[in-house]
T-cell receptor, first 111, second 113 residues
Framework: DAKTTQPPSMDCAEGRAANLPCNHSTISGNEYVYWYRQIHSQGPQYIIHGLKNNETNEMASLIITEDRKSSTLILPHATLRDTAVYYCIVRVYGSARQLTFGSGTQLTVLP | DGGITQSPKYLFRKEGQNVTLSCEQNLNHDAMYWYRQDPGQGLRLIYYSQIVNDFQKGDIAEGYSVSREKKESFPLTVTSAQKNPTAFYLC????????????FGDGTRLSIL
């Protein structure tokens, strides 16, 4: 699975959009981009995933660049409860093996 | 509600003792996983199972054992051979098929007395 690079920390004002970047320059054609988040002492929570098209669900939007070497997770209206570590993961299509979590981005939403 | 239940939330182990962590899911998922998370670090895979009565070692299986006798259940035993068992243990499950996301329980925190 391709390696990902994320900034270690970010702050965002409550009510504003949080844009979390992820670089995955070695991604291959059959690897999906997944985003999870983990609130302290809880299990990771699945947010969204995509291959090459932008995706949106009730939690967030995922923007993948045309060359697929990077992506951005967007939380449109961040709340204090969105404070968590956000993990960007790339994973081979059809793989039932593990998710490889890196160190993620600590997002702190400020009141 | 459908989900993954891990128990207990906190567990203490004495030296030389085996302990078993429970993981139950009612999501009808075929695949189940056990991960270990150490402070400030990502997740490392211990074991995974894609179907009942079958399981595979992950990256750090030494000192651990699992069983998958039922689709809903994937218990993890931390044996006395695991010399550094203090960690946060996470169970996950996913449907079979391509690109399905994994869903996690709330974890069990194991400490050594």
């Amino acid at each position: 699975d391709a390696k990902t690079t994320q900034p270690p920390s970010m702050d965002c004002a409550e009510g504003r959009a949080a844009n979390l970047p992820c670089n995955h320059s070695t991604i291959s054609g059959n690897e999906y981009v997944y985003w999870y988040r983990q609130i302290h002492s809880q299990g990771p929570q699945y947010i969204i995933h995509g291959l090459k098209n932008n995706e949106t669900n009730e939690m967030a939007s995922l923007i993948i660049t045309e060359d697929r070497k990077s992506s951005t997770l967007i939380l449109p209206h961040a709340t204090l409860r969105d404070t968590a570590v956000y993990y960007c993961i790339v994973r081979v299509y059809g793989s039932a093996r593990q998710l490889t979590f890196g160190s993620g981005t600590q997002l702190t939403v400020l009141p | 509600d459908g989900g993954i239940t891990q128990s207990p939330k906190y567990l203490f182990r004495k030296e030389g003792q085996n302990v078993t962590l429970s993981c139950e899911q009612n999501l009808n998922h075929d695949a189940m996983y056990w991960y270990r998370q150490d402070p400030g670090q990502g997740l490392r895979l211990i074991y995974y199972s894609q179907i009942v009565n079958d399981f595979q070692k992950g990256d750090i299986a030494e000192g651990y054992s699992v069983s998958r006798e039922k689709k809903e259940s994937f218990p993890l035993t931390v044996t006395s051979a695991q010399k550094n068992p203090t960690a946060f243990y996470l169970c996950a499950s996913s449907p079979s098929g391509n690109n399905q996301p994994q869903h996690f329980g709330d974890g069990t925190r194991l400490s050594i007395l």
